[in-house]
């Protein structure tokens, strides 16, 4: 395995490489940083205790992110300005922050993944837009389930999201601003969260619709400013 690193494994300006069946855990930054590098296979790897498991950036773009274990690391995923990638069937849990986080981050896919027991979001998407969210356990983190705040066109849709300790489902505007528009919350059981199912602030024309939300502490849908 790799450990006690700066970076685990770095990728610059590189593209077309396969990365299985590693082990990069205990570094004082990420796991794999992969800067303007696409078409990149990571799988069958494990990712601990490391600052962020798995960094994208600066337009890593089309890369495929499966079969990954990430526990324990500060942010489990982080995507910033990188686009089309797919994420799927990955075990994200027990990281400080969010399990994924995207940033800037356009038609990427999050599928198949369990993500649960984070600190923080399970997943949350800023100023990301046209990206799907499709059958993903996400359960039992510190703050909402899945946080959607500034983002566009996206699909959240067949997930189960349960036992959040903030809301299930968050989508949020700049105030009076309009933003977070055409979001489509379409067949998630949404359920047992510690404050709404479904929140919606300061947004427009999001459809959520045909979803089981049940037994949730607070409301389980709500509109602020919407």
Do not use: C, P
Request: no cysteine; aromatic share 6%; hydrophobic share 25%.
């Amino acid at each position: 395995g790799i450990e006690g690193q700066g970076r685990g494994i770095y990728l610059l300006s590189s593209d077309n490489n396969q990365i299985l069946d590693t082990i990069s855990s205990n570094n004082e930054d990420a796991g794999i940083w992969m800067v303007t590098s696409s078409d990149n296979s990571i799988y069958s790897s494990s990712f601990q205790n490391n600052i962020k498991g798995i960094h994208m950036e600066e337009g890593s773009n089309n890369n495929e992110i499966s079969e990954n274990d990430l526990f324990s690391n500060h942010l489990g995923i982080s995507l910033h300005s990188s686009n089309e990638n797919m994420i799927s069937n990955n075990d994200i849990r027990y990281n400080n922050q969010d399990g994924i986080q995207l940033e800037n981050a356009d038609n990427n896919i999050i599928r198949n993944n369990y993500i649960e027991d984070n600190i923080e979001n399970g997943i949350e998407l800023f100023e990301s837009n046209h990206n799907i969210i499709s059958r993903n356990n996400v359960k039992r983190n510190g703050d909402e389930g899945i946080d959607i705040s500034e983002s566009n066109n996206s699909i959240i849709k067949n997930n189960h999201i349960e036992g959040n300790d903030g809301k299930g489902i968050e989508i949020t505007g700049l105030t009076n601003s309009g933003y977070s528009y055409n979001n489509v919350v379409r067949y998630n059981l949404i359920k047992n969260n510690s404050w709404n199912g479904v929140r919606l602030f300061s947004v427009n024309n999001n459809i959520i619709e045909t979803n089981y939300i049940e037994e949730n502490e607070n409301e389980g849908l709500i509109l602020s400013s919407s």
